[in-house]
């Protein structure tokens, strides 16, 4: 039988954090590093990118893994995205691949593994809620990050809000902001703009 804790054993454990500064800070501190991120929005929302950005800032201090479902590596649209936004300045910590739930397995416990997966996106990649929590109880000290799909400002599928209720942190992108809706959230309100001209068009947009 597991030990029950009392508040000194509590107290006494170690928290370690990811070591977040600028934008990223701003809008979600400096978050547990480890434990499960959902990141949802519709399509041309920004999504892609802000995963993105948030890989490079991961990579400063992390191996991160990739796991791209929805496109293929060689798709236009994402060698774009890695030259956009400079990722040959983390590349000795960032890698891209494409794999299934029990290649990922294997993958991710060999020598080296990566600390941070980035499964993109849920519902290309787990059969239900079950396998999802058979998989972050495996990598329950990885951070994990999964993106999902919107319908509105909800997730679309029964298996990302699932996914979405039992995530550490849970971020909405939409139109180009990164709106945190989770337990870490940063001085400026867990506000992260993901490209500033394109949020400006779409407020703008809005307000008419």
């Not at 293929?72 to 890698?95: A, G, P």
Request: charged share 25%; glycine share 6%.
């Amino acid at each position: 039988m597991k030990k029950a804790l009392n508040v000194q054993n509590i107290k006494a454990q170690t928290i370690n954090r990811i070591p977040f500064t600028g934008d990223f800070h701003e809008a979600f501190r400096q978050p547990q590093n480890k434990g499960v991120w959902f990141i949802w929005g519709q399509s041309s929302s920004g999504k892609s990118s802000f995963v993105m950005q948030l890989a490079k800032a991961l990579a400063q201090h992390f191996k991160v893994l990739y796991n791209l479902l929805e496109e293929e590596l060689d798709d236009s649209d994402f060698i774009e995205r890695i030259e956009m936004f400079d990722m040959h300045e983390v590349k000795d910590n960032f890698l891209a691949g494409r794999y299934s739930v029990e290649e990922l397995r294997q993958y991710a416990n060999k020598r080296n593994p990566p600390k941070v997966i980035i499964i993109d996106s849920a519902t290309y990649f787990f059969k239900n809620f079950q396998e999802y929590l058979d998989f972050k109880e495996t990598f329950k000290n990885r951070i994990i990050i999964i993106t999902g799909h919107a319908q509105g400002s909800n997730p679309r599928t029964e298996l990302e809000k699932d996914i979405l209720y039992n995530a550490k942190q849970k971020i909405l992108v939409d139109a180009y902001l990164a709106v945190c809706k989770g337990r870490t959230i940063g001085p400026n309100g867990g506000l992260f703009t993901v490209w500033h001209e394109g949020y400006e068009k779409a407020r703008g947009s809005k307000e008419q």
